[in-house]
C-alpha cells in the first residue's frame, strides 16, 4: 500500500522559509514523479512543482520559481520543498501527489498547513 506523509508546515512571517517534507512509503521511488500543490480557502487545488525522480529534475509554477526548490533523500524516500522568501499569499494547505503513470495522479498525502503573515 503506497501511503505519502508530508509534513514540515508552520506559520512564518512574510520573507521567512520552511522546508516541507513527502515521505512515500510502499513503493521504492523510481521514475515517478513527486508533486507539491497547495490549496487556500475558497480556492482551487493550485499546482506549485512536480519533481521527476529519474531525471533529478523540478518543473515549477511561475508563482514560485527562484523562491521554491526541491531536494531529496534517496534513502529515505522523501522529497523535500524548501520555501524561501514565503508571502502571505503562499498561505495553504499543502500537499503531495505521486504520479506513477503519465496522466492522474495516483496517490495524494494528507495537507500540511502554511500560514504565512505580513
Known amino acids: 500500500q503506497v501511503q505519502l506523509v508530508a509534513s514540515g508546515g508552520g506559520s512564518v512571517q512574510a520573507g521567512g522559509s520552511l522546508r516541507l517534507s513527502c515521505v512515500v512509503s510502499g513503493r521504492t521511488l523510481s521514475n515517478e514523479v513527486v508533486g507539491w500543490f497547495r490549496q487556500a480557502p475558497g480556492k482551487d487545488r493550485e499546482y506549485v512543482v512536480g519533481?521527476?525522480?529519474?531525471?533529478?529534475?523540478?518543473y515549477p509554477a511561475d508563482s514560485v520559481k527562484g523562491r521554491f526548490t526541491i531536494s531529496r533523500d534517496i534513502a529515505r524516500n522523501t522529497v523535500y520543498l524548501h520555501m524561501n522568501n514565503l508571502r502571505p499569499d503562499d498561505t495553504a494547505l499543502y500537499y503531495c501527489?505521486?504520479?506513477?503513470?503519465?496522466?492522474?495522479?495516483?496517490?495524494w498525502g494528507q495537507g500540511t498547513q502554511v500560514t504565512v503573515s505580513s
Open positions: 519533481y521527476k525522480w529519474s531525471y533529478d529534475t523540478t
Open positions: 501527489g505521486l504520479k506513477i503513470g503519465r496522466s492522474d495522479w495516483d496517490y
